[in-house]
């Protein structure tokens, strides 16, 4: 099962964050092969860590659980708010598949909330939604996407998107005219700064 994890850091953890830092990679070296992509969002001058994202592959809700709430950061209360979903991967790679030029990083990671009572309008626009990520400007921008999802992965409850597009003004564009953003089917969209993470960043 795909999961996605979105840890919000704490303001004021930077010390923690350092000291913390070789018991984050250890423990994240246990989910290596689990690894779909990996990485912080940053402040928009990309200065300033703001927290941490994973997609991760494991085998059921405790797995994920663990993997969000046994992380040495956690445990040090280094993070505000930690947002686990079941989600889904559209293209099906990891984010060492993506393509990107030596220099090219301008990288940032969307979720879109669903609101609640609107499965029938999201169905009568998924294929609209589908058309328009594929859309020559957009296509080649993704690095991942896919829907958040209800614990027992039945359900839509949202958005993860991993977009390389340039600049942040380019997937607001992007955003801004897709079908279910039009439609309202989103309670809020956030738009981090984000890059590749790891022990070796690409």
């Given at each position: 099962?795909?999961?996605?994890?979105?840890?919000?850091?704490?303001?004021?953890?930077?010390?923690?964050?350092?000291?913390?830092?070789?018991?984050?990679?250890?423990?994240?070296?246990?989910?290596?092969?689990?690894?779909?992509?990996?990485?912080?969002?940053?402040?928009?001058?990309?200065?300033?860590?703001?927290?941490?994202?994973?997609?991760?592959?494991?085998?059921?809700?405790?797995?994920?659980?663990?993997?969000?709430?046994?992380?040495?950061?956690?445990?040090?209360?280094?993070?505000?708010?930690?947002?686990?979903?079941?989600?889904?991967n559209v293209?099906?790679?990891?984010?060492?598949?993506?393509?990107?030029?030596?220099?090219d990083d301008?990288?940032?990671?969307?979720?879109?909330?669903?609101?609640?009572?609107?499965?029938?309008?999201?169905?009568?626009?998924?294929?609209?939604?589908?058309?328009?990520?594929?859309?020559?400007?957009?296509?080649?921008?993704?690095?991942?996407?896919?829907?958040?999802?209800?614990?027992?992965?039945?359900?839509?409850?949202?958005?993860?998107?991993?977009?390389?597009?340039?600049?942040?003004?380019?997937?607001?564009?992007?955003?801004?005219?897709?079908?279910?953003?039009?439609?309202?089917?989103?309670?809020?969209?956030?738009?981090?700064?984000?890059?590749?993470?790891?022990?070796?960043?690409?």
């Amino acid at each position: 099962m795909e999961y996605f994890v979105y840890c919000r850091g704490r303001p004021g953890t930077g010390a923690l964050l350092e000291e913390l830092a070789e018991a984050h990679w250890s423990f994240m070296d246990g989910y290596a092969e689990a690894m779909i992509a990996r990485g912080p969002t940053l402040t928009p001058d990309r200065t300033t860590w703001t927290g941490s994202m994973h997609m991760v592959d494991l085998p059921d809700a405790q797995a994920a659980r663990v993997f969000a709430f046994q992380e040495p950061f956690y445990r040090a209360g280094v993070y505000g708010e930690v947002l686990v979903r079941r989600w889904r991967n559209v293209l099906g790679r990891t984010m060492w598949d993506h393509h990107a030029e030596p220099g090219d990083d301008r990288r940032f990671l969307v979720i879109g909330r669903g609101k609640p009572g609107v499965e029938a309008a999201r169905r009568a626009l998924e294929a609209n939604q589908r058309r328009w990520f594929g859309e020559p400007g957009h296509r080649d921008g993704f690095i991942l996407r896919g829907p958040l999802l209800s614990d027992d992965g039945a359900g839509w409850v949202g958005s993860a998107l991993l977009v390389q597009l340039g600049d942040r003004a380019a997937v607001e564009a992007m955003l801004a005219g897709a079908p279910y953003v039009q439609a309202g089917l989103y309670a809020s969209v956030e738009l981090h700064d984000w890059q590749f993470g790891g022990r070796h960043q690409g």
